[in-house]
T-cell receptor
C-alpha cells in the first residue's frame, strides 16, 4: 500500500521569505501522480500543483514549485515570496492509477506566514 | 458554476442517531469519494464510487454506508454514529481518467456526543 509522509507538522516564516515543505512517499509503482493541496481556515481544499511521475521536469505554478526526486521518492513544495494568504494547512497527496483511482494523503503541514 | 455541494456544513448529533450527509456534483463526474480528516492523520478515504451502482470500500469504511443511485449524488450514511466518528468529512469527485483533478466539497464538521 502507498504511504505519504510529511515530517513537519508545523512551520512558520516571515512574509516574503521562501519556505520549503517536505514530503516523502512509498510506492512500488513506476507511474503515478503527486499533488500539493492547500487548506486555508475556510476548510476548502485547493489544488496548488501537480506532478506526473513520468515527467522529469519539476512543475511550477507562479510562486509555487516542486522538487521531485523520483529515486528518493521525495516531493517537496517551495513557496517563494510567501504571502499572508499562504497561511494554511498543506497536504501532499499521491494518486495511484493501478485499479481504483485513489488519492492517498500525508498528515499535513500547518504553515503560518507572519507579517 | 461547477461545484461539489455538501450538506450540512456543521452537524452535532448523539450516539446512535442515524444521519445522512449529502453530496451532489454538477460536473457529470463518474468518480466520487468520501474522505474523513483527523488531526495528525490527514485525509483518509472512506468509500468511493466509480459510477452509478458501483461502490467500494476505502481505507476506513467501518461504520459508514454509501449509495450511488444517480450519477450526481453520493450520500454518506452513518446508521449508528459513535463518538469516534467525530471528524471533518469531505466529498470529492472527478472524471475517471488519469490526472483528472479531484474537486472537493466544502466539508462537513460532524460532532457525535
Amino acid at each position: 500500500a502507498q504511504t505519504v509522509t510529511q515530517s513537519q507538522p508545523e512551520m512558520s516564516v516571515q512574509e516574503a521569505e521562501t519556505v520549503t515543505l517536505s514530503c516523502t512517499y512509498d510506492t512500488s509503482e513506476s507511474n503515478y501522480y503527486l499533488f500539493w493541496y492547500k487548506q486555508p481556515p475556510s476548510r476548502q481544499m485547493i489544488l496548488v500543483i501537480r506532478q506526473e511521475a513520468y515527467k522529469q521536469q519539476n512543475a511550477t505554478e507562479n510562486r509555487f514549485s516542486v522538487n521531485f526526486q523520483k529515486a528518493a521518492k521525495s516531493f517537496s513544495l517551495k513557496i517563494s515570496d510567501s504571502q499572508l494568504g499562504d497561511t494554511a494547512m498543506y497536504f501532499c497527496a499521491f494518486l495511484t492509477i493501478q485499479g481504483a483511482q485513489k488519492l492517498v494523503f500525508g498528515q499535513g503541514t500547518r504553515l503560518t506566514i507572519n507579517p | 458554476e461547477a461545484q461539489v455541494t455538501q450538506n450540512p456544513r456543521y452537524l452535532i448529533t448523539v450516539t446512535g442517531k442515524k444521519l445522512t450527509v449529502t453530496c451532489s456534483q454538477n460536473m457529470n463526474h463518474e468518480y466520487m469519494s468520501w474522505y474523513r480528516q483527523d488531526p495528525g492523520l490527514g485525509l483518509r478515504q472512506i468509500y468511493y464510487s466509480m459510477n452509478v451502482e458501483v461502490t467500494d470500500k476505502g481505507d476506513v469504511p467501518e461504520g459508514y454506508k454509501v449509495s450511488r443511485k444517480e450519477k450526481r449524488n453520493f450520500p454518506l450514511i452513518l446508521e449508528s454514529p459513535s463518538p469516534n466518528q467525530t471528524s471533518l468529512y469531505f466529498c470529492a469527485s472527478s472524471f475517471w481518467r488519469d490526472n483528472s483533478p479531484l474537486h472537493f466539497g466544502n466539508g462537513t464538521r460532524l460532532t457525535v456526543t
